[in-house]
């Protein structure tokens, strides 16, 4: 949950909304693919086209992202 919350922070058009609303897939791979965020705890996530993400907070760990039925999704 606390990954889709920072899915609406990349995306501008979300924050100036009245209300929240879906993103569809290619709405969410626009805002993160070849983007890297930063978490309030001070560590960072890259998300590669590649579909290949780094988490860094201390040691990095890597996995994969996809979109799959206009969700985002991890391991």
Do not use: H, K
């Not at 897939?25 to 996530?45: C, F, P």
């Amino acid at each position: 949950m606390r990954r889709f919350a920072l899915i609406l922070l990349v995306w501008p058009e979300i924050l100036a909304a009245d209300t929240l609303r879906p993103l569809t897939g290619a709405q969410i791979l626009d805002a993160l693919s070849g983007r890297t965020l930063a978490y309030d705890n001070g560590a960072t996530q890259v998300f590669e086209p590649s579909m290949a993400t780094q988490y860094f907070s201390g040691r990095p760990s890597s996995g994969r992202w996809a979109v799959r039925d206009d969700r985002y999704c991890s391991i």
